[in-house]
């Protein structure tokens, strides 16, 4: 179902699909709001999330699936990537500045931004592998 809520940014009211079982908290509310509209605010933010989607896809390059590729040994346990997803998200939005782990048994992973606000992930195993989420404004 779909509820017209107002951007907490412009406050023009966006419409917004919902699921009908679900109460959204006021936070809930103004994030799916702001995510959907098309104001500045609105496109920093859809640009903000897709790059933290790209940093996690890397992170999941390095560390998941995607680490044999890199002749790298996939990191098995699920919190420690919960852990680098939050640390990409939190990177993204400034609240830290950079997150580095030594994974037991897995080399030392870091996420971090570059001068031109690119989110870094770089994993060291005796070698390193870099890889580099672009601003996407
Ligand atoms: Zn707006």
């Known amino acids: 179902m779909t509820r017209e809520l107002p951007c907490p940014s412009c406050g023009q009211l966006v419409m917004c699909r919902v699921s009908a079982d ?76 950079d997150l580095t782990m030594k994974v037991s048994g897995g080399g030392t992973v870091k996420i971090s931004t570059g001068p031109k606000g690119q989110i870094k992930v770089k994993r060291t195993v005796g070698f390193s592998e870099q890889l580099e989420a672009n601003q996407k404004i």
């Open 22 to 97: 679900k109460e959204l908290s006021e936070q809930e509310e103004k994030e799916l709001a702001l995510s959907v509209c098309s104001c500045p605010a609105g496109k920093r933010r859809r640009a903000e999330q897709a790059q933290i989607a790209e940093a996690q896809d890397n992170i999941n390059m390095l560390c998941g699936e995607g680490a044999e590729e890199n002749n790298m040994t996939p990191i098995e346990n699920q919190d420690v990537h919960n852990i680098l997803n939050k640390g990409a998200e939190l990177v993204a939005k400034g609240e830290i500045f």
